[in-house]
């Protein structure tokens, strides 16, 4: 049962790059959702998807654009990179909307 | 619009002592409330969850938790602490009418000494 991979686990990028954080899941949930967390603010709500092809904001939406095209796959992409964006990004699943699945994580540094 | 908050960002307990860490919620509508448990350089794994059924609820590693209504409490309990239970404990709600989103709260480091 793999549930939820993300990939990469661990990324330094330059400012003003593009970077893109991949997730997979398994279960076929209908739900995806990514956060970040950072210490002081706890976990924050970046975009999220009812299903494939509905996406909507969350709680920090700027600078970060998503898709999803597919059940299975919800990519995050940082169009350019800020130092402001360095963060533990988490990507979850959820079959109900309510009871949510975590990633292991994704590290990334904005140099 | 539903907030969580929990009392005290660290919490330090002896090993076999009990362990207290505290959740109180606001929501205009009836809450499903969630406790999650992270370790170090890991995501994060349901303990448990409130649903509006009975309302004390068990979850993993021995971990329980009392929905309260009258005092908009979800706290989070274990008899005897255990020297793997030191993590960080985030509580969460969201609106059983519907879908909502998952309201966190700032999580509480739980440190447990020998």
């Known amino acids: 049962d793999a549930g939820i991979t993300q990939s990469p686990r661990y990324k330094i990028t330059e400012t003003g790059r593009q970077v893109t954080l991949m997730c997979h899941q398994t279960?076929?949930?209908?739900?995806m959702f990514w956060y970040r967390q950072d210490l002081g603010h706890g976990l924050r709500l970046i975009y999220y998807?009812?299903?494939?092809?509905?996406?909507d904001k969350g709680e920090v939406p700027d600078g970060y654009v998503v898709s999803r095209s597919k059940t299975e796959n919800f990519p995050l992409t940082l169009e350019s990179a800020t130092r402001s964006q360095t963060s533990v990004y988490f990507c979850?699943?959820?079959?109900?909307?309510?009871?949510?699945?975590f990633g292991e994580g994704s590290w990334l540094t904005v140099v | 619009a539903q907030s969580v908050t929990q009392l005290g960002s660290h919490v330090s307990v002896s090993e076999g002592a009990l362990v207290l860490l505290r959740c109180n919620y606001s929501?205009?509508?009836?809450?499903?409330l969630f406790w999650y448990v992270q370790y170090p350089n890991q995501g994060l794994q349901l303990l448990l969850k409130?649903?509006?059924?009975?309302?004390l609820v068990k979850g993993i590693n021995g971990f329980e938790a009392e929905f309260k209504k009258s005092e908009t409490s979800f706290h989070l309990t274990k008899p005897s602490a255990h020297m793997s239970d030191a993590a960080e404990y985030f509580c969460?709600?969201?609106?059983?009418?519907?879908?909502?989103?998952?309201?966190f709260g700032k999580g509480t480091m739980l440190l447990v000494s020998p």
């Open positions: 979850a699943s959820s079959e109900d909307g309510n009871t949510i699945y």
């Open positions: 279960w076929s949930h209908s739900y």
């Open positions: 998807s009812a299903a494939a092809d509905i996406t």
């Open positions: 929501s205009s509508v009836p809450p499903y």
């Open positions: 409130y649903t509006s059924a009975a309302t």
């Open positions: 969460a709600v969201s609106s059983n009418s519907g879908y909502s989103t998952l309201t």
